[in-house]
């Protein structure tokens, strides 16, 4: 039986809408101190205690130093007497069943509904954040319910979704949570994907890939500058990422959102296109997507369709076998072709495949094409 805050979460995604909900300006009258004093604290994993109460958080790159009653930079995850916790483990801030494909996952079970969730938070700084509204909350910002790993699967496994989904905001800051749920999944036969921007320390990393079936990373540019000024993040520990969940054996997709005069110059989509092509191999799916102004990158333009026709087209050129177009109406950049002989593996119009001719990834023709298809 599915508890009160269960069956309001599963209701508003029955009656179908997404579950996001955020609190006006005026609404925002919780204060943290009432937050924590009560009952939404929860040990946190990878910290080191250091002298004179301090805790150094080594979940993520950002290695957060805080005295007691400090919150990282995430804001999400705060020393209490000298010890680490999370503060928003079993915080749902937005759900929803989406297609597996607006991810975007276009080599993970066509088709298929996955379930998707978030708490607020988020370990980077990002000035064009499409969800900003929980991403750069504190959790007392957010309206949330509490839902535990158990109701999480089985919700998926009652809305028919053949996956859970952590993204919206960055699953990494609610990583306690987001472990507990894919072990649960694992047992019960739900696959498990993960939506991030990359920004992990190695061990925490290696320790939830056997539980993933799929990790799609943000590449966010492959200029370090960019990292700084726009991110707060840094793009060789992205990198580190993606070498370690490719040598993992989980499968890997990477988007990169082009933003006009920041990223995608020719030289630079290049650039990243040979870099994924020698450290990650040509199967590697990398998705274009378009800019548009958003959080505190409003001044921008939206990035021309023609400039991610012709990230694909770079891409390609440097030996990507799979390279697609998002959010822009590009049908050869929709679909997924059999790179040697160039028929079509899955046909798609946006998020939705009108037709599938891979059975257990193989074509008719023999062609094989790699992904999560069972």
């Not at 599963?10 to 204060?31: C, H, I, N, P, T």
């Not at 915080?91 to 379930?115: M, R, T």
């Not at 472990?179 to 993960?194: F, H, M, N, S």
């Amino acid at each position: 039986m599915l508890k009160k805050a269960m069956a309001f979460l599963f209701f508003a995604l029955v009656v179908g809408g997404s579950l996001f909900l955020v609190y006006s300006r005026e609404r925002k009258v919780a204060a943290e101190s009432s937050f924590t004093a009560s009952t939404n604290l929860h040990p946190a994993l990878y910290f080191e205690k250091r002298d004179g109460g301090i805790v150094r958080c080594v979940l993520c790159p950002n290695f957060c130093s805080l005295s007691d009653g400090q919150i990282g930079i995430c804001r999400v995850r705060k020393n209490v007497g000298g010890r680490l916790y999370s503060l928003v483990y079993g915080k749902i801030a937005a759900a929803h069943v989406d297609p597996i494909e607006k991810k975007p996952f276009f080599h993970v079970l066509p088709g298929s509904k996955s379930f998707s969730i978030a708490t607020p938070g988020c370990n980077m700084r990002c000035l064009f954040c499409q969800n900003w509204e929980i991403a750069q909350a504190f959790p007392w910002e957010v309206q949330t319910s509490d839902v535990t790993p158990e109701q999480v699967v089985d919700a998926a496994l009652a809305s028919g979704s053949r996956s859970i989904a952590f993204t919206y905001s960055e699953p990494t800051i609610f990583y306690e949570y987001m472990l507990d749920i894919a072990r649960l999944a694992k047992k019960k036969g739900v696959k498990i994907v993960v939506v991030s921007n990359g920004y992990i320390n190695p061990e925490p990393l290696k320790e939830l890939l056997p539980y993933v079936d799929a990790y799609k990373v943000d590449l966010k540019a492959f200029n370090d500058r960019f990292y700084d000024d726009l991110t707060g993040g840094d793009r060789e520990s992205v990198l580190r990422t993606l070498k370690i969940i490719r040598e993992s054996g989980v499968w890997l997709e990477i988007v990169t959102l082009l933003v006009p005069g920041q990223n995608d110059s020719e030289e630079e989509v290049r650039k990243l296109a040979r870099w994924v092509k020698s450290n990650l191999g040509p199967d590697v799916p990398l998705h274009f997507s378009r800019f548009h102004p958003q959080h505190k990158l409003r001044t921008l333009p939206p990035t021309p369709v023609q400039t991610v026709i012709r990230a694909r087209e770079i891409a390609v050129e440097e030996g990507l076998r799979y390279v697609y177009t998002g959010n822009v109406r590009h049908p050869q950049g929709e679909s997924t072709y059999c790179p040697e002989t160039g028929e079509i593996a899955i046909e798609r119009q946006g998020y939705f495949v009108v037709r599938n001719n891979l059975k257990n990834g193989v074509l008719p023709s023999g062609c094989r094409v790699p992904g999560v298809w069972e």
